[in-house]
């Protein structure tokens, strides 16, 4: 009864092996095309949220004012007053 049992094993432990390296060799395709997919997937989003954020810059730029503005319409002010009166001779 024994050796039986150990037979028993035996078979059922190569069966398995057999089994596992089957499953893992269809397995390992199905992985791999996950894995590309992901990648393209990862890619694009990327690609996409760079040209976005370049995007994003060049609208900024162009709406942003400059910190020192109010500094250059005060003197351009100062300009204007002084430039627009007329002295007497």
Same mark, same amino acid.
């Given at each position: 009864m024994n050796n039986n049992y150990i037979e028993f094993l035996k078979l059922f432990g190569i069966n398995g092996?057999?089994?596992?390296? *089957? $499953?893992?060799?269809?397995?390992? #395709?199905? #992985?791999? =095309?996950? #894995?590309?997919?992901? $990648? =393209?997937?990862? *890619?694009v989003i990327k690609i996409v949220e760079a040209i976005n954020s370049t995007k994003r810059k060049e609208t900024n730029a162009s709406i942003q004012r400059p910190k020192n503005r109010k500094k250059k319409d005060s003197e351009l002010l100062k300009k204007r007053r002084g430039s627009g009166k007329k002295t007497r001779k």
């Amino acid at each position: 009864m024994n050796n039986n049992y150990i037979e028993f094993l035996k078979l059922f432990g190569i069966n398995g092996t057999v089994l596992g390296v *089957t $499953t893992l060799t269809s397995l390992e #395709l199905v #992985l791999k =095309i996950i #894995l590309l997919f992901a $990648t =393209i997937c990862w *890619t694009v989003i990327k690609i996409v949220e760079a040209i976005n954020s370049t995007k994003r810059k060049e609208t900024n730029a162009s709406i942003q004012r400059p910190k020192n503005r109010k500094k250059k319409d005060s003197e351009l002010l100062k300009k204007r007053r002084g430039s627009g009166k007329k002295t007497r001779k």
